[in-house]
């Protein structure tokens, strides 16, 4: 099974609302992934989490804010959002960082319009 | 520094027809290289990896991609397109060297397959 869940599949905010996406996994990945995509453009890389710790912040700005309450869990606090911001969000998760632990797995994602 | 391309925006193909969709690359040391999947409103999907070994990977749905060091590519390629394989691919390097998480994604191939 290499099942990523997002939640929830579309959400509408305005610039002033506090949201939050939630990602899951139980695949037992240490390794868990935020990407913002927009419309058929390449995924772009936000925020790794390794083994529970923030690894890699790709100068995403403070409006964003990621937590990873758990091995299974990723959520990505939002506020104070853009227009700009509206993308499609995108989970992944891998083993872990060695070789042959590295595929990515993704979730389906969370459209985001921010009004 | 690493980088990806996919020179064809779009690949046009007839059912039944081979495919090629065509990916280079630019590393330090040996890369590992993935190809993913994305059909419409939906996350990535893992087709199939190069890290080490036979130069020829076969992946999910009957495709496959052929490593080539010397020409620095990996293409992907299907001996019989279905319409179904239409959606956009995206080829994606990680340096063997490099000890983070970084997947580094070309900018994407729209696949058309006509009936």
């Known amino acids: 099974d290499t099942e990523v869940t997002q939640t929830p599949k579309h959400l509408v905010m305005g610039m002033t609302n506090k949201k939050s996406l939630k990602c899951e996994q139980h695949?037992?990945?240490?390794?868990m992934y935020w990407y913002k995509q927009k419309a058929k453009k390449p995924p772009e890389l936000m925020f790794v989490y390794s083994y529970e710790k923030l690894s890699i912040n790709e100068s995403v700005p403070s409006r964003f804010s990621p937590e990873c309450p758990n091995s299974s869990l990723l959520n990505l606090h939002l506020h104070a959002l853009q227009p700009e911001d509206s993308a499609l969000y995108l989970c992944?998760?891998?083993?872990?960082?060695?070789?042959?632990?590295?595929?990515?797995?993704f979730g389906p994602g969370t459209r985001l319009l921010v009004l | 520094a690493q980088s990806v391309a996919q020179p064809e925006d779009q690949v046009n193909v007839a059912e039944g027809n081979p495919l090629t969709v065509k990916c280079t690359y630019s590393v330090s040391g040996n890369p590992y290289l993935f190809w993913y999947v994305q059909y419409p409103n939906r996350g990535l999907q893992f087709l199939l990896k190069?890290?080490?070994?036979?130069?020829l990977v076969k992946g999910s749905y009957g495709f496959e991609a052929e490593f080539n060091k010397s020409q620095t590519s990996f293409h992907l390629k299907k001996p019989s397109a279905l319409v179904s394989d239409s959606a956009l691919y995206f080829c994606a390097v990680r340096a063997n060297m490099d000890s983070s998480y970084k997947l580094i994604f070309g900018s994407g191939t729209r696949l058309l397959v006509r009936p």
């Open positions: 992944a998760s891998s083993q872990g960082p060695r070789v042959n632990q590295e595929t990515q797995y």
């Open positions: 190069y890290i080490t070994g036979d130069n």
């Open positions: 695949m037992g990945h240490r390794a």
